[in-house]
């Protein structure tokens, strides 16, 4: 089955203490992104990457980490995360957006809490 | 502001009735993508429309696209209870940047 795979779902964690949330896919997708979700406004995209050891700044990439060292996967880090950073975070990935055909698929969301 | 705008941003009507959304974008686009979310479940994709189209169907949902306004719209006709849900639009250019909008959340009745 396709799919995007984010782990946690749900997390929990104090300011200043160092988290990762993973993202994998296997549909050999080039391009992958994060984005966070607010209330009130929409998705933010934070960073994306076109391939495996490229990647580019979103709207909103401060604070946060990523790398691409294989095509599959995509992992957030938040090196020392603060309250502003609780939000609601997806992870998506599709075709090269240069192809044309976007068609973008998401992970279920990961739930952080930054107390 | 983001780029993508959805207007109304709520909207309710009674199950088979049409609902109609509207999405703004600043910026030329290589195209243009719909996709709904369910409360706080991840989002899935509706519809894409390329930017030298402009007008698209699949099932029930009928998008349009003005370039020269930079604006779309999806339609939903006979609309369910089942539609209930927030409607995203979506823009991507060639280099990878994607812009979602405020999204609309959608009520249908019973």
């Known amino acids: 089955e396709a799919q995007v795979t984010q782990n946690p779902r749900y997390l929990i964690t104090v300011t200043g203490k160092k988290l990762t949330v993973t993202c994998s896919q296997n549909m050999n997708h080039e391009y992958m992104s994060w984005y966070r979700q607010d209330p009130g406004l929409g998705l933010r995209q934070i960073y994306y990457?076109?391939?495996?050891?490229?990647?580019d700044k979103g709207d909103v990439p401060e604070g946060y980490k990523v790398s691409r060292k294989e095509k599959r996967n995509f992992p957030l880090i938040l090196e020392s995360p603060s309250p502003n950073q609780t939000s609601l975070y997806f992870c998506a990935s599709s075709r090269n957006p240069g192809q044309g055909n976007t068609e973008a698929f998401f992970g279920q969301g990961t739930r952080l809490t930054v107390v | 502001s983001q780029q993508g705008e959805e207007d109304p941003q709520a909207l309710s009507i009674q199950e088979g009735e049409n609902a109609t959304m509207n999405c703004s974008y600043k910026t030329s686009i290589n195209n243009l993508q719909w996709y709904r979310q369910n409360s706080g479940r991840g989002l899935v994709h509706l519809i894409l429309?390329?930017?030298?189209?402009r007008e698209k169907h699949s099932g029930r949902l009928r998008v349009t696209l003005d370039t020269s306004k930079k604006s779309s719209s999806l339609l939903i006709t006979a609309s369910r209870a089942a539609d209930t849900a927030s409607y995203f639009c979506a823009t991507n250019t060639n280099a990878g940047k994607s812009t979602f909008g405020d999204g609309t959340t959608l009520t249908v009745k019973p």
């Open positions: 429309i390329r930017s030298n189209e």
């Open positions: 990457s076109m391939n495996v050891e490229v990647t």
